[in-house]
Nanobody, 121 residues
Framework: QVQLVESGGGLVQPGGSLRLSCAAS????????MAWYRQAPGKQRELVAH???????NYADSVKGRFTISRDSARNTEYLQMNSLKPEDTAVYYC???????????????WGQGTQVTVSS
């Protein structure tokens, strides 16, 4: 059983930064690709970024150049550094442990509880 716990959300002004963390336990961290998703009120959950076990990354167009995903296998933790935040980044952010195939990232049923990010002046 995989447990994922997110932290680091909060209220930030437009143009500000936040770093989200997702601590994984109950599994061999390196066996999984990892991802961040977000869900804004009234919208579907969307993939923000993913990182393979080898460190290759991919981003949604809406966050390219502003967000950076990373992972620390020694700490079984993935991160999402978010810079130049915009009001439209406001959402609940979730981490997921899944698999990466040539067709792209495939999420598993292992989700964290979510952390709220609010970008507002």
């Amino acid at each position: 059983q995989v447990q994922l716990v997110e932290s680091g959300g909060g209220l930030v002004q437009p143009g500000g930064s936040l770093r989200l963390s997702c601590a994984a336990s109950g599994t061999i961290f390196s066996n999984y690709a990892m991802a961040w998703y977000r869900q804004a009120p009234g919208k579907q959950r969307e993939l923000v970024a993913h990182i393979t076990s080898g460190g290759a990354t991919n981003y949604a167009d809406s966050v390219k150049g502003r967000f950076t995903i990373s992972r620390d296998s020694a700490r079984n933790t993935e991160y999402l550094q978010m810079n130049s935040l915009k009001p439209e980044d406001t959402a609940v952010y979730y981490c997921n442990a899944g698999k990466y195939y040539s067709s792209g990232y495939v999420p598993s049923h292992y989700w964290g509880q979510g952390t709220q990010v609010t970008v507002s002046s």
